[in-house]
């Protein structure tokens, strides 16, 4: 009998060095931050930009919401691919590159001499943020060490998206003052300096692995949603009937049934759809999707209502919305200690009723309104119905799922969100231009050249958004009423969510 063999010491296992291991304050958190500043920033930079584009390029009302809407349908269409190419080719290689698409194709913005080129530039911001947005998250992850530091370092760049969501109109509403090129232009020299300080300041993955990366459903999904966005933004325009419009529809349509096959077979689907077997979850990502939806369209039509009807400045239009970001930190605060108490659905569908009422009350309004007695209260209200809504909804699209799952949840939950926004321009956009052709007016040119009759017109129409953000938000209350997730739940979900935050 052979005498048994020493066993062999288990292998040593390589420590995982970090560039960062003593504070989050320096180089590194300047460069992540600033980009996520930045992506943030144009999300909201174009809504105060709209009127003065509209009047200088000549652009039709839908040629002004693809401003935005372009921007959104490729930022939030190619993220999830994003995230993938950065663990596929490198992070740091990615990140840069992602910045310098951004920083190239807002120097084309700013430069459009014509409708189709600004719309195209704006694609390509959107593909660049795609891209860089994703990955510099990742890159916080790999560059700051597990514990207080990465902690300080995930603090300093999730406060940039706040910040940036304020920012952006404030900051829109001035350079817009002077002209709304320089809403783009501003990008350029803070992308060089991101780019130069990335070199430096980055270390580039070790971890990139060659993966099969599902870029036909990433142009599928892209696709699909665009046609559509497309057909009933053009529907008010060319007419329900158009060839072009039915078109676009059926086409869009066909798109995302192709995109749904082509998941059902990816070895590493955008869509797995293993993580929507649970019937929260799938509700949850339903009323994220309308939650989104309201966000934009209550920025868009309330930014060319103070506007076109008002009359107000960019900068004091800009300004105007500063309560609402004031009622929803309020809400978030309190949203983030009552879920460790009451049901996620309560707080969602209460949120729900706050944002219903007042945009029905916002939907009364006309020219004569004022702002301290009849926009700042409804525009308080709304804020912090979305507060109390966007704390409970992240946190259920990750309850009761691995650590390793938490990644894929919220990046589903954000593209959700995010394709939201320019889906329910669509819809609600067509309800707007609808409603003023009904009433006689105009959804194209200067409105300061407009005949009394026209403005009503289309002050009717803005305010008649406002009836469709108000469907969108009961909606998204009404189906928040089918998750079941209790206050423990929730809970355990934020504690696993700040865990996988901290590396641990």
Known sequence: MNAARPSNPPAATTPVSYPVTTRAFGLAIVVLGALQLMVVLDGTVANLALARLQDDLGL???????????????????????????????????????????????????????????LVARTLQGVGAAIASPTALALVATTFAPGKVRNQAIAIFAAMTGIGSV?????????????????????????VLIVSLAFKALAESEDARRLSLDVPGAIL????????????????????ADGTVIGALVLGIMLLAVFLRVEVRAEHPLLPFDLFTDRDRVATFVSIFFAGAVTMCMAVFVALFVQDILGYAPLRAGLSFVPFAFGLGVAAQVASKLALRVQARWLIAAGSVLMVAGFLFGSTLDGSAGYWADLFGPIVVIGFGVGLAVVPLPLCAITGVGSDEIGPLAAIATVAQTLGGPIGLAVIGAMASSRTLSLGGTTGGNASSMNPAQLAALGHGYTFALVGCAVAAAISGLVALFIRFTPQQIADAQAAQEAANAGL
Do not use: Q
């Not at 290689?93 to 430069?111: D, E, H, K, N, Q």
């Open 221 to 240: 999904a892209t696709l699909g949603c665009t046609s559509l966005v497309y057909g009933l933004m053009e529907g008010t325009e060319l007419g329900w």
């Open 167 to 191: 920012a952006g109109l404030i900051i829109g509403g001035a350079l817009t003052e002077v002209s709304w090129r320089w809403i783009f232009l501003i990008n350029v020299p803070i992308g």
């Open 60 to 118: 039709s009302s839908a040629g002004g919401k693809w401003v935005i809407t372009s921007y959104a349908l490729a930022y939030g269409g190619l993220m999830l691919l994003g995230g993938r190419i950065g663990d596929a080719f490198g992070r740091k290689r990615m990140f840069i590159t992602g910045v310098a698409v951004f920083t190239l194709s807002s120097m084309l913005c700013g430069l459009a001499l014509n409708e189709p080129m600004l």
